[in-house]
Each structure stands twice: as structure tokens, then as C-alpha cells.
């Protein structure tokens, strides 16, 4: 879809990931009225270019609600790839309330020569995958999804938060404290003073998280990788320059 320059824009964006500033930045210089919301995950989340709301919608009801009162005209959904429930919500919602989506999603990492992935559907299997000699196991997947980890206590686990934890950890673990993007010689480091066996990871794709996986391959490191949900049919690009060509403007400052 092509809206056209008079026609009245008001953007919503579904952010949290490097992406979706990136987007924000493009659609402020555009001048596009547009709003950014944040889940509320992170503590701490960085500054935008644009008005900003955190929390949670209610649901796809409360999702359909916020586009009609806030007169929302057009949904980016830019956030992480495995934000399944927020992206399903969008999905209905948008259908709901005849709003246009699209989808502003980084394409998967691929197995390249010299990886030595297990790809499995979920945490779940992810934990099972685990060998049951102990060993010193990276787990790259966020602090939601940590606790069914607490089935193999007999491993020493390191985590990396971008906040540190608010309550008790499921198990003992050293927790790095740490925003990405991470370069390939801090993750090498880091994994080496660690004596890292395993590196347990979702496949976010992306540039921004993707050092850990070269340095996986560098250091003959087996990597458990957890496939992305499945999402319902949606338009999806992988540029900002496409979201913003869909929305009728281009990136370049002054367009």
C-alpha cells in the first residue's frame, strides 16, 4: 500500500528492537506523526525521537481501542521477532479496526560452514537438547524465558541481562549486565573467560546480536538455536527504507 503525500498519516509503532529506532529516527525527520511504544520489558528503554508510551495494550481489544481513540492510521509491527503474542495481537487488531500492518522484521540467521547448530522448535526442547554432564552453558534468550532451565541445575549458567534481575533467579547464574550491540572480539572474550561449552539462543537474525553466533563458530561451540514462532500471514519487509516507501515518504532528510 501507498498512502499519498496529503493524505493525513499517523503512525503507531510496535518498537523495542534496534530496528524500531531506526525507524523512529526515519519517521521523525520525515515529519510523520507517529507514536512509539515500548512493552515495558526494559527498565531503562532508550530515548525516541517521538512521543513515547510503555506498557502493554490489554490485549488485542485494548490494542483495537488505542488505534480508534488515538485515530492511529498505520501499524509498524518492529518488535522482536519472537514477541509472538504482541505480534498476533497486532494482526487481529489491525483486521479489527481496518487499519493497515506491516511488518519490519530481520531475517532469520542461516547455518553457515563451521556452525555446529541444534534447531529446535522451543524452550522446551531447547532444555532437553542440553547434555546431562554439567557443563558451563550461555544462555543468550532473555529473562522470561530462563526458568525451565532450572530442570538441569547441574550446569553452570551464564546470563545476559540489559537490566539486572528485580527477584530471585531460578537457579544460581552469572549474570553480565549488559546492552547490546556486541562486537565479535567482546563476545569471543567474554565466552572464552567463561570456559563456555554450549550457547543455548534464539534466532533473532539481525546484526545487533549476531557476534555471539560468529564467536560460536570461531570457537567450535555447539549452539542450541530456537526457531522463530510461527506468526499469522502479514506483510513483512526488512528495511526501514521499505516501511517508509509503504508509507508513502522516503528516508532522505528534506523529503
Not at 567474554?190 to 561449552?197: D, F, K, N, T, V
Amino acid at each position: 500500500m501507498m498512502v499519498s503525500q496529503g493524505s493525513t498519516i499517523r503512525a503507531l509503532i510496535l518498537g523495542g528492537t534496534a530496528d524500531a529506532s531506526e525507524l523512529a529516527a526515519a519517521i521523525a525527520r520525515a515529519r510523520i506523526d507517529a507514536v512509539y511504544s515500548y512493552g515495558g520489558r526494559t527498565r531503562a528503554p532508550a530515548d525516541q525521537p517521538l512521543p513515547t508510551r510503555i506498557g502493554g495494550f490489554g490485549g488485542v481489544s485494548g490494542l483495537a481501542d488505542y488505534i480508534r481513540s488515538e485515530s492511529i492510521t498505520h501499524v509498524i509491527d518492529a518488535t522482536h521477532p519472537f514477541a509472538a503474542e504482541m505480534s498476533r495481537n497486532a494482526v487481529e487488531a489491525c483486521a479489527q479496526t481496518d487499519t493497515p500492518l506491516i511488518a519490519l522484521e530481520r531475517a532469520p540467521w542461516t547455518n553457515a560452514p563451521g556452525d555446529r547448530w541444534t534447531e529446535i522448535p522451543d524452550v522446551t526442547a531447547a532444555v532437553a537438547a542440553l547434555p546431562e554432564a554439567p557443563a558451563k552453558i550461555f544462555l543468550a534468550i532473555g529473562r522470561q524465558h530462563i526458568a525451565p532451565f532450572a530442570a538441569k541445575p547441574q550446569h553452570a549458567y551464564t546470563l545476559r541481562f540489559v537490566d539486572p534481575p528485580e527477584a530471585p533467579l531460578p537457579f544460581a547464574a552469572d549474570v553480565i549486565v549488559s546492552r547490546g550491540p556486541f562486537t565479535l572480539d567482546g563476545e569471543l572474550e567474554m565466552l572464552r573467560s567463561r570456559g563456555i561449552a554450549w550457547i543455548v539462543a534464539r534466532n533473532s537474525g539481525g546484526d545487533g546480536a549476531r557476534a555471539k553466533i560468529d564467536a560460536a563458530r570461531k570457537l567450535d561451540l555447539p549452539v542450541i538455536m530456537i526457531s522463530r514462532p510461527a506468526l499469522p500471514e502479514r506483510q513483512r519487509v526488512e528495511s526501514v527504507s521499505e516501511v517508509m516507501q509503504w508509507i508513502g515518504h522516503s528516508t532522505r532528510l528534506g523529503a
